[in-house]
């Protein structure tokens, strides 16, 4: 599906819905669908959408993980690890 056919308005989409559900289960991707000539909603298959939500996730971690570093909660990898064995030394 090329960009341009990607955009709809709701007017099609109340008409052709599942006929938008199938191609967006054979051709992964996103629908935007417009209200009143705005873009109003996104309409995605299934795997675009747990990917998008995987990759937020990643993002939210990356984000936490720099904000940690900068305010000095870190430690050195070798203290890290040592660490990490203490704590694991007897969970069977």
Same mark, same amino acid.
């Not at 629908?31 to 675009?48: E, H, P, S, W, Y």
């Given at each position: @599906?090329? =960009?341009?056919?990607?955009? %709809?308005?709701?007017?099609? =989409? &109340?008409?052709?819905?599942?006929?938008?559900?199938?191609?967006?289960?054979?051709? #992964?991707?996103? +629908? +935007?669908?417009? $209200?009143?000539?705005? !873009?109003?909603? +996104? +309409?995605?298959?299934?795997?675009?959408?747990?990917?998008? $939500?995987?990759?937020?996730? @990643?993002? %939210? *971690? *990356?984000?936490?993980? $720099?904000?940690? !570093?900068?305010?000095? %909660?870190?430690?050195? *990898? &070798? &203290? !890290?690890?040592?660490? *990490?064995?203490? #704590?694991? %030394?007897?969970?069977?």
């Amino acid at each position: @599906m090329k =960009l341009s056919e990607r955009i %709809k308005p709701i007017s099609y =989409l &109340k008409a052709h819905t599942a006929k938008i559900i199938n191609e967006l289960s054979a051709r #992964r991707g996103t +629908v +935007v669908i417009t $209200q009143n000539g705005q !873009a109003r909603a +996104v +309409v995605q298959d299934i795997d675009t959408y747990e990917q998008t $939500q995987e990759s937020l996730a @990643m993002l %939210k *971690l *990356l984000a936490q993980s $720099q904000s940690s !570093a900068e305010a000095g %909660k870190h430690k050195p *990898l &070798k &203290k !890290a690890f040592s660490d *990490l064995t203490a #704590r694991t %030394k007897d969970i069977p």
